[in-house]
């Protein structure tokens, strides 16, 4: 996000192409392909972090990045074109006018506006992360979220096939819902009238359809296969 905003303060310089490659090459490059980049500059030829185990903070910053620079591309783009757009409004002209500090319009005006459809995209890319954190966590030999969800999955676990599909749907629910509250709260400071308040909703309330149909039919299939 602060990338985002830094590209979107300052289109066609050097950190919006920087931004831009970043983006590009981070949507490109496979999740365990740049997981085995980072093991073998910074684990095998550097020696700054551990390869594997979970020992310590440190065996984490590893997986992290590599887990987490897949869904930077979207959401830093996304945020650049949302403060783009809000930048240009009268609202913001208006308060440039009244003499605010440039930091006071760009994240107290500009940035709680442009924030909304970022809030509604990392939800859909938390599943991703959930889905990709069981290759790192292979790669990187941790026991982590995605280890035990692919155990209850294929029933390795100790768990029974109710608990695995109640615990799915659990999952899908808290996955649904945070993104809901976040974005309440900002369309409740953003005072939005009913029309507003109606057009915005829409996109949040396809996601929480799209989510519960996925679960509903990982759920199922789970169930056809056994």
């Known amino acids: 996000i602060p990338l985002g905003v830094l590209a979107a303060v300052r289109p066609n310089s050097l ?32 020696r700054l972090l551990p390869i594997t185990g979970s020992g310590s903070w440190q065996h984490f910053v590893m997986p992290a990045i590599a887990l987490g620079y897949y869904v930077t591309p979207a959401v830093m783009r996304l945020t650049r074109a949302g403060v783009l757009e809000v930048l240009s409004a009268d609202y913001i002209r208006t308060a440039r006018a009244k003499g605010l500090r440039p930091m006071t319009v760009l994240f107290k005006h500009a940035l709680r506006n442009a924030i909304i459809p970022v809030v509604s995209l990392a939800a859909v890319q938390f599943g991703f992360m959930l889905g990709g954190s069981i290759v790192i966590e292979t790669i990187f030999q941790i026991n982590g979220l995605g280890y035990l ?78």
Not at 17 to 25: C, I, P
């Open 149 to 226: 969800a692919w155990l209850a999955w294929t029933g390795q676990a100790h768990f029974g096939g109710v608990a695995r599909h109640t615990a799915l749907l659990a999952a899908s629910g808290v996955v649904t819902a945070l993104p809901l509250i976040w974005f309440a709260r900002a369309v409740e400071r953003l005072r939005l009238s009913t029309v507003g308040l109606l057009q915005y909703l829409n996109p949040t309330a396809q996601l929480a359809i799209a989510v519960f149909v996925f679960g509903v039919t990982v759920v199922g299939g789970f169930q056809v296969e056994r």
């Open 15 to 46: 950190a919006d192409r920087f931004a831009l490659t970043l983006a590009v090459v981070g949507q490109a490059m496979p999740t365990f392909w740049f997981a085995l980049t980072l093991i073998l500059w910074l684990g095998v030829n550097w």
